[in-house]
């Protein structure tokens, strides 16, 4: 036996290794491609990446506060079964049993999957193949509906495919773009700086916006047009007969490349006698109407660039193809700098819909219409119950669940409770399904709250998988860190349930790369070219083919450089632009104008309603369950809000910065009044991203009436007739909390500090007089400290453990109030004095000159305050001198805008 | 026996004069108290060579700082340290101090007043600034041994030699009544190690100057003292022993028993329940007196030659406690006396003060809401911080500060000056800095 021998080797110097990665960001539909840097298994700094074809190495300030997002904080660690703590297996084989009973029982109608747009291709990939090729059902549905799904149909029914023809170097080549229902300088930032840039190096390319709401989009553009909601075919019908009047159509093309066009142009003339008669549909003056068709007519190249405002419609797929129409009619499609181009709200609807996640879809661009197409699927799958038609879209497949004709439903990745339309009786359709599995990252979510297991997934930096973004370019996120307790991937977690459910052979993957690569594969299986000239009647045929990829390398996948589709044979190096050469996917290769009857939202206001417009606000994602976290976002807009007319202000006697209370289908939504020349008379503006964890009554989608497109089955989100009224609180104030808590008052909103939350409150209650109003809320603290009148008008509460400020609480019956809480929230968690403590109760370091004001630079913090007396010192008479001076603007730039308001 | 001042050199060379008090005006003063030791300051101040003057004192001191026998008792102080004006200072002046001298009587008409010597000394001009004395209580059984007032030297030196009595094991105090003086009386026994009961008769200490829930602060800081408290009762009677000894029979305190029928065994009694205004000249003389003695705004009483100074007169139906105000007659009557200028003495409220080390308090005006009051109030319980102002008609009507006292006295001013101050609620209640913040802001968004 040796003996021991202690050396005093020194262990390896414990210099932290810090690596840098290639990846994208989650949040938005741009999919910029970011150079994370991680150490200690946490992202610590994030960049552009120079090389991401998205955003040339510029990001937004969602995108580069991405590392904030990051800590474990509120993540779920473990499995759990009807609340209780599990091992992965018994998790899984609950599952797998309860599905298994279920269509045992019922057949496989009774169960469904929801999905998500953040989720990776993988993910959706064996998600959907589990469902539509083994569990036999096409209930597989995401929150891509929510937002893609006109977009999706109307090319399909122009192009015979859904495909993005172009790409974004066509929003910088542009002359003209035309931008309608989106408002991509809050919603996608990115994209849109390329596009203020390209104007900026040409300034005789033009902006138009077409949109109800004078938008930050809208201020600055060349030509702003607010017209009445809902009416976007009506301009693009409208635009077709000027073309048509003007001798500014394309014979030639039409008559080359399409087939339709007298249908279609003949619907639009029955439909209005004249011009003039479209502007008044619209609601717009004649001349501002024809300056913008004469600038659509009159350029060679122009882009029309549409969102949500198009697509969350009744109408959604018909109006997508009323822009087609102009395209084709002209067409300004196919080539450089000319397109209809459709933007995606999330970071990978594109990926969901090349698999086929959308319930009328099947796989990889094929459908259920044509039985080569289920059985190519079929035979590529080995598929034992393959799905033969389509499957419940995604408000009837909440409504199934409702009824009871579904019983247990998968919800992955998202928050339906919060985004679908209607969404009290998504929760209602919750409590009553029999099984209700989440896979979701953080606690808490609106969602997690309904479910009987709850699967710990991993999240960004995490896991590793594609993602396809606007304009086709697929990219590989990274897998950076280790996901905390038992978080697994989601392709995982599908692929153990198969297993469970009897499926090993068809699901054996080890790595997202296998599942990449039979995704590839199956692009290409059969996939007679649709751009060969000769076709045969069977042959199956679809621009989505990545097959060139289906052999890729393990080492390749992890070093993926950004990447177009189609990649083909023919395409090995992906492809900037489809239908270049005027050659469609459809069967005779022609694309097709669809003959529109323009038509304004179903539902109408009623006599004392209000029209609801619902979108998104500039550094909010969703519904706030990543970005709700980081302090600087929340910054700029803190609550939610209503934007209102000031006519409609006084109709309903609304007060400014007072709170308001919308009503439609029993739910309510309260939000802060804005009152703003920028709504329009009889309409007003709601952000979407609140939730019930952000605010007491501010999920949006709650007043949404569940009407949807009757092609695609989009809701209608932009245009909700609702009732509106002050909501007269007695008495406002706000909370500073270390903790989250759930506060008991009628109105309360969430706001993300450094330190911990803050909350803005108001009640129509009695303001009280001593603490109570927090002890059930802080059952721990026993230290507080309390301001108060003997009239129940002013009312301060902080309260302290171990002599640290834990919360602090201000309110005061006088509602005109504006709080500063700067002081306050640094003053969290710090020690005070306890002789001197008292002071904190000002809310006021006692020097005054913490109030920066609103703020407007998110990024740098520089708030209103600081740039107005900056800019009133003389010292800077632009932005840029601004930027320089304060560095206000010149990260993300998405404060520009707004800096330029300071000038005008 | 007529009093006849030691000549001086100044009058002896005064050829015009036969008698000496014709020369200069006779100034008599009775008590050489706080008041009488500042009054002479400003005359001396104002016209040093004007009157012969006279200072006529009971006690066997010169003038020394009444406030700090508390600071006596607790030990902080000595005697000869609170010491202002020695006799030699009234040598030094060319005064005539009497000390150990009670005045009896005063006759008006003839312009004299007389010793309890029976001496009789002549005057032009006479003040009374005889002081207070400790208020007389109700309770039985008054002629026992043991029990104390808290005014003067003596009355200090009596207590300090009784809690420094040897050989008697435990040695146990009452003092009676939780003013600002039964306060500082019980913690300068506490600290010299007596066990100290305070009996009040309120339900909480300092009832005029702090409400409930500061005087409830102040009694749990007073028991970190080792002070135990009877709160809501009074004192029915003490409670004696005898013994005898050779020459009488000495009935010594054993206790007292209070209202509520408890009793409290203690060898010695403090009372402090209050002051009542030395008054009893004037009643003699036949001059003007209610409460105390009645003067004018230019401190003069219903007789034109005689003025009445400190807490033994009344102004405008006020008598006094403090020296504050005191200060101010002070110079009215210098000013009428020396420089024949009349400035009227204003009466203005006064903030008080404890002086017990570790407590901080501040209160002025009003205690409690009245009606169309709005009371605002900031309370550390952990801390022993509190404050509290009350507004009437938009002005700050009363001031409660415990704990910290900071700002008290802007709040006064503010208080004093009947500003508006509405707007600056409730900023201003947690510091006046916090309202400078926001007139500056007015100021700066009004530019
Ligand atoms: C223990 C203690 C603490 C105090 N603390 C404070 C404090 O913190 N702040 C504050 O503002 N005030 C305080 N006071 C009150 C303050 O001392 C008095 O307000 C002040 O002394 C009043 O001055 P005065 O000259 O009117 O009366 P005194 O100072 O009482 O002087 C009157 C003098 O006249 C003498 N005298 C009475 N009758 C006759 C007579 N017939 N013939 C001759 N002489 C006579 C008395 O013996 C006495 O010496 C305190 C008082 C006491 C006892
Ligand atoms: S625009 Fe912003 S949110 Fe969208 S992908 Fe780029 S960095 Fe992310």
Redesign the pocket.
Known sequence: MTDIIFTDKQSPASVSSQTTSKTN?P??G???GIEATVENNKVIAVKGNAEHP??LGR??V???SLHETQGFHNRILSPRVYGKNVSWDEATSTVAKHFQDTIAQYGPDSVAFYLSGQLLTEDYYVANKLMKGFIGSANVDTNSRLCMASASAAHKRAFGEDVVAGCYEDLTSADAIFIIGANPAYA????YQRMIKAREENPTRKIVVIDPRKTATAKDADLYLAIKPGSDAYFYNGLLLYLAEQGKLNNDYIAKHCQGFEQALQTAQSQFADIAAVATACDIELSLLLESYQIFAETDNVVTFFSQGINQSSTGVDKGNAIINCHLATGKIGREGAGAFSITGQ?NAMGGREVGGLSNQLAAHLYFENSNEIDLVKRFWQAPNIATKEGLKAVELFDAVHSGKIKAIWIMATNPVVSMPNANRIKRALEKCPMVVVSECYENTDTVNYADVVLPASTWGEKQGSVTNSDRTISVHKSMIKAPGEAKNDWQIITDVAHALGFKDAFNYQHPVDIFREHAALSGFENSHPFSYKRDENDVYRVFDISALANISQAEYENFSPIKWPINSANPKGLKRIFTDGIFATKNQKANFIPIIAQLPRKLPGNNQVVMNSGRIRDQ?HTMTRTGRVAKLMTHSDEPYIAVNPDDAKRFQLEDKQLAVLSNLGAEFIGRVNITTEQRNGEIFVPIHWNDNFSASARVSALVNPISDYICGQPEFKHSPVNIKPFNSVWSGYLISSQAVNCQTNYWSKIQLEQGHKYLLSDQQELGDDESILANLYPTIDDWLVLKDDQQNVLRIAGFIDNKLHCFFAASTNLDLEFNTRFIEEQLNKTHPIKTRFKLMSGLDSDGKNDVGTMICSCFQIGEKTIKETIESGQCKSVEALGEKLKCGTNCGSCIPELKAFFT | MTNTPSPTADRLTNQFSESVTQLKPLLVIIGNGMATGRLLDEIIKRTPNKYQITVIGKEHFGSYNRIMLSAVLAGDATIDSIMQKPPAWYKEHSINFLSGSLVTYIDKKTKVVELASSAQINYDELIIATGSRTAEIPAKNQDVEGIFNFRDIADTQKIQAFAKQEGSSSKQAIVIGGGLLGLEAAYGLAISGVEVTLVHRNKWLLNRQLDKVSGNMLQSIMAQKKIKFALGHEVASFENTIESNAERKVKSLSGVTLTNGEFISAQMAVIATGITPNKKLAEIANIDFNRAILVNDYMQTSDASISALGECCEHNRATFGLVDPIWGQCITLAERLCNNVKKPFQNAPVPTKLKVSGVQLFSAGDVEVSEGSQCFTLLDKKALIYRKIIVKNGKISGIVLFGDVSSGMAYFELMRQQITVNTMMPELLIGDEFVTTIENEQKVSAA
């Open positions: 960001c949040y938005c741009v999919g910029c998205a955003n990001l937004c969602k995108g580069s996608h930032p990115i994209v970071p994602w």
